[in-house]
């Protein structure tokens, strides 16, 4: 037990440093037979940077678990990767080829839903059309009954094919392979939740008798979303940095910004957050293009991509061999830019990246852990269209899109609009296993969330405002890198806009 004037002068400390301490936290404290004045201590030193000053249960915890692993020894670093598209990338042709790729994500999304408890209750919508005819036939036969000739609801599952305002609410259209059904979310509820869905995705339908409307209502509209969990934690101290969008070529990269950055990792100063660093994430657009958009060429300093390529190889050589890259392409990048893309071509353009021991080329999307830590990383392409057809998102939060993308167990579900998908064999955008880390970039607006237990992060950029930026009145946040302990899952920004 922690003698009652260490634990006083422990909250003196954190006080006299601008942090409070939870009364549970506090309460913890007096239980712990160690220094917690140290304990205290360590971790201010890390929520500073994230500025969150207010230390809790979880705080003292983690800085128990990593005191425990320090004194076992230091922890090899280890990067697993669990996911990646390029070796799997075989395009089919033509409607066969969409077929099979909406049949894949059909069937991976209803394994999702499979571990819901109600899933059992997933009735075919043949049998549900046919349990509505014979309840019509007998309503006019003077008998009445409900979809099952019970009273209750029933649940079908789909994918969402249509949404269409009507007079008396929203109607929904979803297909089963058995055949596409049609229901009406009327309440304010069932609306809300019905206009927050994005087409082609996954949608369980608890489904009711029309009340004062013909044909079924929605009573809610459920997706297969990821769960309430605990994400795991690396054993031992170890940061990751998380960056994207680079754009060099471009006039407007930000060069003397991007040169503080690699200086600062490799600072040989005693800083003890970047001697922890070993993880480097980048999310791809490493580089401007050639004829990626209309007049291109009239934003560009290098106008040759395999200049500009060699240009972003230059620079990022000087990231310390100690820190493992993880690389993804975006659709600025060399190669194809429909999903899922593989890595960055190695020959020609990529080959000096590849030629870097510590750098790891990967295809969009990836799925890696570092240190027992899942991190998914994707370029963030369909953003633009999740924001564009979801009432109440912006470019200026692009972490909501993302999570409609997580709500939604799937990285681009909307087919036919601005992001080009590949009529893969297999549908490699579903998530199917949930991230401890969502990480994108795209739309040049750094933000940060926590959903359900994970980690929500859209990096930025290192591009100033383009033309089409200002048109769109987007208004990025570039020259930031943000930093994650992955012992306590704590983001915090690095901002390299000042000396």
Known sequence: MA????????????????????????????????????????????????????ILVDDIKNQIRLKKAAEEGPAEQTCNLLMDPTPKVTTAEGVDGYAALFQSRFEKSMRILAQRPDSKRITKVASVKQNVRGGRQAAERGGGRSLHGRAGSTIVAGLLMSKRSKKNGLELAIDDYTGVLAATAMTE???????????????????????????????????????????????????????????????????????????????????????????????????????????????????????????AAQLLSKVPRHIKMLVIPGNHDPGRRALPQPAIPRKDLGEQLYGFENCTMLGNPALVEMNGVKILMYHGQSLDDVIATTPGLSYSKPAEAMKVLLKARHLSPI?????????????????????????????????????????????????????????????PTPGIAIVINLATLQPFMQDFNHQ
């Open 3 to 54: 003698l009652q004037n260490e634990v006083f002068s422990a909250l003196s400390y954190a006080t006299s440093k601008g942090f409070q301490i939870h009364p549970d936290a506090f309460a913890m404290l007096k239980g712990l037979n160690t220094d917690v004045v140290a304990i205290i201590k360590e971790i201010i030193k890390v929520k500073k940077q994230s500025k969150n000053f207010v």
């Open 189 to 311: 509820e069932a609306k809300k939740q019905a206009a927050t869905l994005a087409l082609d995705q996954m949608v369980m339908l608890e489904l009711e008798n029309g009340k004062g409307a013909p044909g079924l209502t929605i009573k809610s509209a459920i997706t297969p979303d990821i769960p309430d969990h605990l994400p795991s934690r690396s054993k031992s101290e170890a940061y990751a940095v998380l960056i994207s969008d680079m754009h060099v070529g471009s006039k407007y990269f930000m060069e003397k910004e991007f040169l503080r950055f690699l200086d600062w990792l490799s600072s040989s100063s005693d800083d003890d957050i970047v001697s922890k660093i070993k993880f480097l994430c980048i999310g791809g657009d490493l580089i401007d293009g050639i004829g990626i958009f209309p007049n291109q060429d009239k934003e560009l300093l290098e106008m040759n991509a395999a200049k500009q390529m060699s240009h």
């Open 415 to 475: 087919y036919g609009e601005r992001t080009p998908v590949a009529p893969e064999l297999e549908d490699m955008m579903v998530i199917s296993e949930v991230p401890d880390i969502f990480h994108s970039g795209h739309v040049h607006v750094l933000d940060v969330q926590n959903y359900r237990g994970t980690l929500i992060v859209n990096s930025g950029a290192w591009q100033t405002q383009t033309k089409y930026q200002q048109t769109m009145n987007i208004m």
